[in-house]
């Protein structure tokens, strides 16, 4: 079985400043690792995905993440944190196998401070 | 480019009443999932499917729930006879099916039931 830890339930930064979500996971074979974002009443918006190949994975709206084989690893992350950044935050693997549904984290909220 | 589409956006139902939730993929997309999204909690898989088959419905209550993914129109998720637990935000999304399954899924903006 495959599952997701989000650690932080909540995770506040103030603007400018760098900010860290973070993500580990357990699944079978090699991980399909995805960031989405979901902000009130809003469906979940892509951020970006982890195949294969650089484990330093650039996406939308300047995040970034590091897949981190050996720790079992996913933290998004973004240099400098900007208000409107604020959301609910979710991590979800795939297996490398048949399966193609995503398991997600519980989500983490970030709150971005003026 | 229209993204994913689902109707209606809030639904009220009376215990016991029917719900039906509607999910219209990206245009190309072949393949439809539904999750639920209880309170507090993050997304659950409930169903996969294909036109006119289900994949995967390992995630779907075995009793009143049923989906769907007609040859045309829009795929149906179907709850019988509602109860108050099933309240929640349910959420379709669709990707392409090229044969890889690592293509991000585009997510709907979700329907939530409300079970009075």
């Known amino acids: 079985a495959q599952s997701v830890a989000q650690p932080e339930d909540q995770v506040n930064v103030a603007e400018g400043n760098p900010l860290t979500v973070k993500c580990t996971y357990s699944v079978s074979g090699n991980p399909y690792l995805f960031w989405y974002v979901q902000y009130p009443n809003r469906g979940l918006q892509f951020l970006l995905k982890?195949?294969?190949?650089?484990?330093l994975v650039k996406g939308s709206y300047g995040f970034e993440a590091e897949f981190n084989k050996s720790q079992t690893s996913f933290h998004l992350k973004k240099p400098s944190a900007l208000v409107s950044d604020s959301a609910l935050y979710f991590c979800?693997?795939?297996?490398?196998?048949?399966?193609?549904?995503?398991?997600f984290g519980s989500g983490t909220q970030l709150t971005v401070l003026p | 480019n229209a993204g994913v589409m689902q109707n209606p956006r809030h639904l009220v139902r009376r215990r016991g009443q029917e719900a039906r939730l509607r999910c219209s993929p990206v245009k190309g997309h072949s393949h439809v999932y539904w999750y639920r999204q209880l309170p507090e909690e993050g997304l659950k898989f409930m169903v996969y499917l294909q036109k006119e088959n289900i994949i995967d419905e390992s995630g779907m209550p075995k009793e009143r729930f049923s989906a769907e993914f007609p040859k045309e129109g829009p795929s149906i998720l179907r709850i019988q006879q509602v109860v108050r637990g099933d309240s929640a935000a349910y959420f379709c999304?669709?990707?392409?099916?090229?044969?890889?399954?690592?293509?991000?899924?585009?997510f709907g903006p979700g329907t939530r039931l409300t079970v009075l």
């Open positions: 982890y195949i294969t190949g650089d484990n």
């Open positions: 999304a669709s990707s392409h099916g090229t044969g890889t399954n690592h293509n991000e899924q585009f």
């Open positions: 979800a693997v795939r297996g490398s196998g048949s399966a193609r549904q995503l398991t």
